[in-house]
C-alpha cells in the first residue's frame, strides 16, 4: 500500500497570507490527524478528522482549520499567517479501531516570512 | 493537565550497553502510552504500545502508574538503534486519538 502523502512539501509565505495543506491518508484509513512541530514546542496535535467530522481538537487559535472530504483525503487551513506559524506540519492516518497506530506522512514545511 | 516529560534530548551508550530512554507523564484516569521512532530519513512510526506488553526490536516498556512512567529499555543496545524517540499519550475522545508526544531523545549508540 502507498504510505501517506503530504502536498506540498515545502512551502514559503507572508506573513498575513494564508495557506492549505493536503494529505492523502492510507488507501482505506478514515482517520486523519494534523501535528504541528517545531524545535521550540516539538510536536503538537492540531485536530482529527473521521468521517468528514471534526473528532479531536487541540489547543490552537481558531486560525487553524481543517476539513475531511468523502475520499477520507485532508486539507488544512492557516489564515493571517504569523512568524510563530513556521513549523513542519506531519500528517497522520490510522485504521478505525487502531487510532492509536498512526501512519505519518513525510510532512510539509511551511516557513513564513 | 495532559502531559509527557522525556528528560534527555540526547543520550549517547556503546554497541552493547544496555539503555534506558526515560519517559513521565501527567493524567487523570487510566492512561495508554506508546513509543514512536523516528530513523534517519524515515517517517515517524510506532514502535510499541503498553497495553500489548510485547517487546518489539529488544525493546520493552513497562507502565508505573506509582512513578507515572513509561520507561523504554533494551538490554544490549545496537547501532540500528540509533534515532529519535518519542514518548506519547493517548488524549481525545474514546474512539479517537490525540497523541500528546514529549519532546523526544535522540539515541546515539556508537561502536
Known amino acids: 500500500k502507498a504510505g501517506v502523502t503530504q502536498t506540498p512539501r515545502y512551502l514559503i509565505k507572508t506573513r498575513g497570507q494564508q495557506v492549505t495543506l493536503s494529505c492523502s491518508p492510507i488507501s482505506g484509513h478514515r482517520s486523519v490527524s494534523w501535528y504541528q512541530q517545531t524545535p521550540g514546542q516539538g510536536l503538537q496535535f492540531l485536530f482529527e478528522?473521521?468521517?468528514?467530522?471534526?473528532?479531536n481538537k487541540g489547543n490552537f487559535p481558531g486560525r487553524f482549520s481543517g476539513r475531511q472530504f468523502s475520499n477520507s483525503r485532508s486539507e488544512m487551513n492557516v489564515s493571517t499567517l504569523e512568524l510563530g506559524d513556521s513549523a513542519l506540519y506531519l500528517c497522520?492516518?490510522?485504521?478505525?479501531?487502531?487510532?492509536?497506530?498512526?501512519?505519518f506522512g513525510p510532512g510539509t514545511r511551511l516557513t513564513v516570512t | 493537565a495532559q502531559r509527557v516529560t522525556q528528560p534527555e534530548k540526547l543520550l549517547s551508550v556503546f554497541k552493547g550497553a544496555p539503555v534506558e530512554l526515560k519517559c513521565n507523564y501527567s493524567y487523570s484516569g487510566s492512561p495508554e502510552l506508546f513509543w514512536y521512532v523516528q530513523y534517519s530519513r524515515q517517517r515517524l512510526q510506532l514502535l510499541l504500545r503498553h497495553i500489548s506488553r510485547e517487546s518489539i526490536k529488544g525493546f520493552t516498556a513497562d507502565l508505573n502508574k506509582g512513578e507515572t512512567s513509561f520507561h523504554l529499555k533494551k538490554p544490549f543496545a545496537q547501532e540500528e538503534d540509533s534515532a529519535m524517540y518519542y514518548c506519547a499519550l493517548k488524549g481525545g475522545d474514546q474512539a479517537g486519538t490525540a497523541l500528546i508526544f514529549g519532546k523526544g531523545t535522540t539515541l546515539s549508540v556508537s561502536s
Open positions: 478528522y473521521f468521517s468528514e467530522t471534526q473528532r
Open positions: 497522520a492516518s490510522s485504521r478505525e479501531g487502531h487510532s492509536y497506530e498512526q501512519y
